[in-house]
């Protein structure tokens, strides 16, 4: 009887073997990456030696990654989208392509500011969008606000990207949510004013336009700065860091970020990432590696970005970047920004 009873035993354990076998292997994971790929592969890579999950990553740009998931519905194969400014991020969640995450950990390590109010997406690298300036011509002392950039003193002196990059509508735009349309208007329009050419079409060419001596300050994203510093340890700008005074909001900041795509085939496998992405070594590498800031802020800064010293960060949530981006871009159209 007993040795009956173990031999049946035996056999439905050989039974279910394939079956133990398959639920204990980690899920493959879809990851669909608006971010660079040199970016992000090695933060996957690390995640895989650890855990054993494996990523495939889908890159394309924002827009056509979330016309994908609109289209493929149900059947996306997507469980995390990652991509760039909070914009972004807005419209995916606003367009119901990302689900809401009760995570404790995620809620620890990504101050509320930087992620959406309904747990949709969070951030996880920080970017400020700040003032550049010729340092061998320019006193940093002259330099305040963004709005001061629109005084008289830098008339032809001032260079700005094109209006139609999204890093530059979700400035205005959190320049709309804190201050009204009315006096943003008065700002942009000061700044078209003290234009010393069109608009460029990268913050790269901007800097250069700097260098060459085009004109003497402008408004670009950190990580362009230390790309350029990179190449060059002697560049001759430097980054001020504006509205620092008391009462003013502090400095315009921007995520890089991600969600769970609404439809996740591994949902709680694609948590385990994103909390993964949220702590202290991931967060140290996915900042370091475009010289950008940990959205955790108990994680160490870059030495390299660290050298720029502390600012301020505007705390307003950045979901209004999305949130007022048309009422953004409709003001810039307005006053001949193009």
């Known amino acids: ?43 996957f890579a690390r995640y895989t030696a650890e855990t054993g999950v494996e990523i495939k990553v889908l890159s394309d740009s924002e827009g056509a990654l979330m016309q994908r998931l609109q289209a493929e519905g149900k059947a996306s194969p997507a469980d995390l989208l990652i991509t760039v400014d909070a914009g972004n991020l807005w419209q995916a969640a606003e367009r119901n392509l990302l689900q809401a995450t009760d995570s404790a950990v995620l809620a620890k390590n990504i101050p509320a500011h930087l992620r959406d109010p309904d747990n949709r997406w969070f951030g996880l690298s920080v970017r400020a969008r700040t003032l550049v300036y010729a340092s061998d ?16 003193t830098w008339k032809g002196r001032l260079c700005l990207r094109t209006s139609q990059k999204v890093y530059n509508q979700s400035l205005v735009a959190m320049m709309i949510a ?45 990580y362009y700065f230390g790309r350029l510093q990179s190449e060059n340890p002697d560049l001759p700008l430097k980054l001020f860091f504006p509205n620092q005074g008391e009462g003013e909001r502090g400095v315009h900041v921007n995520v890089s970020g991600a969600g769970i795509t609404r439809h996740a085939p591994h949902p709680e496998a694609a948590q ?67």
């Open 272 to 338: 385990a990432l994103l909390e993964w992405l949220s702590a202290d070594d991931a967060q140290a590498l996915f900042a370091s590696l475009n010289q950008e800031y940990p959205a955790n802020p108990d994680v160490p800064m870059d030495p390299q970005v660290a050298a720029w010293g502390r600012f301020r960060q505007d705390l307003i949530n950045v979901s209004e970047a999305g949130r007022r981006q048309v009422e953004a871009v409709t003001l810039m159209d307005r006053v001949g920004y193009r």
């Open 1 to 43: 009887m007993q040795r009956s009873l173990l031999r049946t035993l035996s056999l439905t354990l050989l039974a279910l073997a394939p079956a133990l076998a398959l639920a204990a292997e980690p899920p493959t994971l879809v990851v669909y990456s608006a971010r660079a790929q040199q970016l992000i592969e090695p933060l």
């Open 137 to 152: 011509r320019v006193d940093a002392d002259a330099l305040s606000t963004y709005e001061a950039l629109g005084d008289d």
């Open 178 to 222: 804190q201050q009204g349309r009315e006096a943003t208007e008065v700002t942009l329009r000061g700044w078209i004013d003290n234009l010393a050419a069109a608009p460029f079409a990268n913050d790269t060419q901007v800097m250069e336009a700097i260098l060459a001596g085009q004109c003497d300050v402008g408004i670009v994203n950190t």
